[in-house]
């Protein structure tokens, strides 16, 4: 006898992939690519950038009104200080960076404010004087002879013609002085470095005048061609209210030619 086996062998459309074996990881598809991706979410500011700001606008405010300077003052270097240290902290770093340049220009603001004011209260406390203090007559010594000759040489003229007080920067008291420059050389020149203008009170020599009300001394540095003549002024702090002596030599002179002299008496 003869055994028969039948097999069935199921269909193509029929047949399913094997179970993957255990153990063997689920082969996971990609998901499809989209061109829409969500952008990543601003790091927000750091709390010290924050406040760095704040305080650097309340500073500034406060920089620009002339009674609260000194709030400001206070305010601007915190702001400044912490806008730096937030500049390394992690997060945004616009409010650290804006914080920044407040407190400098804040500053810069504060420092112009208190000069107009401390400008303003000089000019109130002490004002200037208009009065014109001019040499007294027959107080231009006489030049001997052989002075007289040098003068005559001399590149340059000058004449002492009058002056005024009033006071310098700091408010000190200041005399200042005016000549007329004349230039008498064969090249353009200028008072400053073509002569040499002293001032003594007391028997000491003065220091030289700066910021004086009423004084321009640009006219000093502009040169002058052959001939010309020109107003200029100098100024001088005073010590006291003693009479001052000037005297206007040439700048460079083996002789020390004397171009002009006179005393002034002030109040």
């Not at 209210?241 to 700048?251: Q, R």
């Given at each position: 006898?003869?055994?028969?086996?039948?097999?069935?062998?199921?269909?193509?459309?029929?047949?399913?992939?094997?179970?993957?074996?255990?153990?063997?990881?689920?082969?996971?598809?990609?998901?499809?690519?989209?061109?829409?991706?969500?952008?990543?979410?601003?790091?927000?500011?750091?709390?010290?950038?924050?406040?760095?700001?704040?305080?650097?606008?309340?500073?500034?405010?406060?920089?620009?009104?002339?009674?609260?300077?000194?709030?400001?003052?206070?305010?601007?270097?915190?702001?400044?200080?912490?806008?730096?240290?937030?500049?390394?902290?992690?997060?945004?770093?616009?409010?650290?960076?804006?914080?920044?340049?407040?407190?400098?220009?804040?500053?810069?603001?504060?420092?112009?404010v208190f000069l107009t004011v401390v400008q303003a209260a000089v000019d109130e406390t002490f004002g200037s004087s208009d009065t014109s203090v001019s040499p007294p007559a027959g107080?231009?010594?006489?030049?001997?002879?052989?002075?007289?000759?040098?003068?005559?040489?001399?590149?340059?003229?000058?004449?002492?013609?009058?002056?005024?007080?009033?006071?310098?920067?700091?408010?000190?008291?200041?005399?200042?002085?005016?000549?007329?420059?004349?230039?008498?050389?064969?090249?353009?020149?200028?008072?400053?470095?073509?002569?040499?203008?002293?001032?003594?009170?007391?028997?000491?020599?003065?220091?030289?005048?700066?910021?004086?009300?009423?004084?321009?001394?640009?006219?000093?540095?502009?040169?002058?061609?052959?001939?010309?003549?020109?107003?200029?002024?100098?100024?001088?702090?005073?010590?006291?209210?003693?009479?001052?002596?000037?005297?206007?030599?040439?700048?460079?002179?083996?002789?020390?030619?004397?171009?002009?002299?006179?005393?002034?008496?002030?109040?």
């Amino acid at each position: 006898m003869h055994a028969h086996l039948q097999i069935d062998i199921p269909r193509g459309d029929t047949m399913t992939n094997p179970p993957p074996p255990p153990g063997d990881p689920a082969v996971s598809v990609p998901p499809p690519i989209d061109g829409n991706v969500a952008p990543a979410p601003k790091a927000k500011p750091h709390v010290l950038s924050v406040i760095a700001f704040v305080v650097a606008i309340v500073g500034f405010v406060f920089a620009c009104i002339p009674g609260a300077l000194i709030v400001g003052w206070i305010l601007l270097p915190i702001a400044f200080v912490l806008s730096l240290v937030a500049l390394f902290m992690k997060g945004g770093k616009w409010p650290a960076v804006a914080g920044l340049v407040l407190a400098i220009v804040g500053t810069i603001v504060g420092v112009v404010v208190f000069l107009t004011v401390v400008q303003a209260a000089v000019d109130e406390t002490f004002g200037s004087s208009d009065t014109s203090v001019s040499p007294p007559a027959g107080d231009q010594p006489t030049l001997e002879a052989s002075a007289a000759e040098d003068v005559a040489a001399s590149n340059y003229a000058v004449t002492i013609d009058s002056a005024t007080q009033g006071v310098d920067y700091e408010g000190r008291p200041a005399l200042i002085v005016n000549f007329t420059f004349t230039n008498n050389s064969k090249k353009d020149a200028n008072f400053m470095f073509a002569t040499s203008v002293k001032a003594f009170q007391d028997g000491v020599e003065l220091e030289t005048a700066i910021g004086v009300d009423g004084s321009d001394l640009s006219n000093s540095m502009k040169d002058l061609k052959p001939g010309a003549s020109l107003a200029v002024q100098d100024a001088f702090v005073l010590t006291s209210t003693t009479d001052v002596t000037i005297e206007v030599t040439e700048l460079i002179s083996f002789k020390d030619t004397m171009l002009a002299t006179t005393t002034i008496s002030v109040q």
